[in-house]
Each structure stands twice: as C-alpha cells, then as structure tokens.
C-alpha cells in the first residue's frame, strides 16, 4: 500500500489555526491596471481579504527606475496595520509585453528594481532575474502558466517548469487558476498535473505547490481567486512560511465578483466556496471534513481517481501524488495541495 511521503498539511494545528485570505497578484495604475493603489487596497480590505501583494509588472517600489510606486503602502495613504491587512512586497516580471519573450513570474519578499540594478536592460533575462531572485531572498510564483503568448515561448511543456524549478529554489508556486473574473481566465490545472507528475519522476522532494490569484486589472476583477494560508498567527512571516510549505488551500469562486459573496463568519469573511475544516493523514487514509461542500475529488497523475470525503491509499489508480479539488456553491471550488505518495521498498 502506498503511504504519504509528504503532508504539507503535517504542521498545521486545525484547532488553533487561523484562516489568513490572501490574494497576490493584483496590479494598478502604476502598470495597467485601472485603479490606483490606494482603491485596490481598499477594495480587497472591503471583502475581508488578511494580505494583499500589489505586483505591477516590472515596479515597485519608491526607488523604481520609472517613478510608479506601489511600496510601501504608506506612499498611497494607507496602513495595513490600521486595515488589519499584511501588504507583501510584490512585482510581476513580464519582459516586453508585446513580444511574450518570458513567461509571467509573480515574485515577493524582495527588492530587486534597485537604482543600482541593470533591470531595465536585462527584463528579458528570465535567466538573470531568476538566479538575482534567488540571491535576493524572493519567493516566486508562475503567473497563468498556459496563457497563448507566453506559452509559444516556452512550449508550455512540463519540463520547462520541471527544470527551472530544479535550478532555482525560491520557484515555490504554479497559479492553476488566474483571473476567474476576467475576460478571459486561465485555468492550467492540465500543466500542472504534467508538471507534479514529472517532478514526482525526477525525484523532487516538494512540489510547485498550487496558486490562485485575481490577477485584478478592474474593480470588477477583485474577489475571484485567493488562498486560504492556515497560520497559527497573522504576520508576514507565518504567511511566508506556508507559501513555502504549502500550508495553504486554494480558492475558485465565478460568484466572488459580488461584494455580498463575501461574508463574514465570525472568523474572517469567506465566500460561499468550500471550507476544509481538518484534513487527517493516517497510515491508510487521508480524510478531508469540509463544510459547504457538495463533492470531492481527488486527483492522481492527472486523473480523477476517487470521489468521497475518505481517501484509501491502496485505491486504484493511485500514482506518485494525490490532491483534492472540493466542489461547492454556483461551481466555487478549493483545492489542496498535492500530497507526495510512495511505495514502500520491499
Ligand atoms: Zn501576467
Ligand atoms: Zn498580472
């Protein structure tokens, strides 16, 4: 029978654990989104969000080459501290736009964008930005993974990811769900399962764990896709620390757009998706308890491979890891993230 190798659930206390709801990827009109800094801020505080990372593509930060500051938030009137909100340092790197010449990286905890930085010549460098993000102490994400663009470049192949997860070790995350509200969002849970399925072949020990993000552009683009970061307290550290274990749950909501969806349950506001309330790994199962939730799933090398809330680890089907996807309300969903499965040796 297999056994779980890895649970990125093993150092989360369900009886202690506070829900932090975060969503970090959002831009303004330091780039190309619609709403000023101060209005995204606002907007997210409005439906209860705990953390917020404004990721303008290729700035931030007071000292940007550009003049568009979206850090720290008090440049724009506003103090996390007096929201009850932690702001995360965050940029996008795009390269040029028109051309796709990178693919989207969503990064945080860092302050690459320096006078000092030859950033503006090298912000098709995918290779240098990588490597200084690395040196810098950032955490990174791949923003929509399969959007057409950048997908030519790259190839949309596994093992594109596969390598350069390798390489670097600040690549953390995979956004399988970006902008729901938007015009056209992104769904990559197909690459993603290519991406863990190969990761598992090559022996990596932990995963690209699974993102979601609004990816906001416009007011009505703010509430769609978030985490739900499982922490014994509220800080910027703790909320580092699971994006690095991947103590988080995932969230896809298509009725998230509306105010009223999120709401207040006496801890935090939530909207209607799926709320995981324990999750138990034991040496022949892995049980989920859940509250709003119509179905789960669970997912296997890309397959579904059991339906139920109990998951036995000698099922059918089962390959090199495991995640569930938790159906609710007007098709929100949350995921897990992947639980990393072994065979004994003989
Ligand atoms: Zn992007
Ligand atoms: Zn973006």
Known sequence: MRHVELDPYAEVNWATATRCKANLHAHTTCSDGALSPAEVIDAYAARGYDALAITDHDTYGNDSGTGAATWPWSAHGRDP??????????????????????????????????????FTARNEDLDWILTTLDERGAASAWAHPT?????????????????????????RGFEVYSGTGRRSPIDSSALYDRVLTLQRRRGVGVPLWANAADDSHAAD?????????????????????????????????????????????GDGFWTAAPAVTRLEVGRSAIRIDAERCARIEWISDGEVVHTGAALHLDAAGLGSYVRAVLHGDRGARTLTQPFLLAVPAP
């Open 81 to 118: 501290d007096e929201l009850g909100m932690l702001a995360v340092r965050g940029t996008e790197f795009t390269g040029d736009p028109v051309s796709a010449s990178i693919p989207h990286l969503t990064s945080w905890f860092h302050d690459l964008w320096r006078p000092e930085d030859p």
């Open 147 to 171: 959007r057409g663009g950048e997908l030519r470049v790259h190839g949309g192949a596994a093992d594109w990811f596969v390598e350069r997860h390798l390489r670097h070790a600040h690549l």
């Open 221 to 265: 683009e703010i509430g769609f896709d978030y985490h739900v970061h499982l922490v014994e307290e509220r800080s910027t550290a703790a909320l580092r620390d699971s994006l690095e274990r991947g103590s988080y749950l995932v969230v896809q909501d298509p009725e998230g757009g509306r105010l009223e969806r999120h709401l207040d349950d």
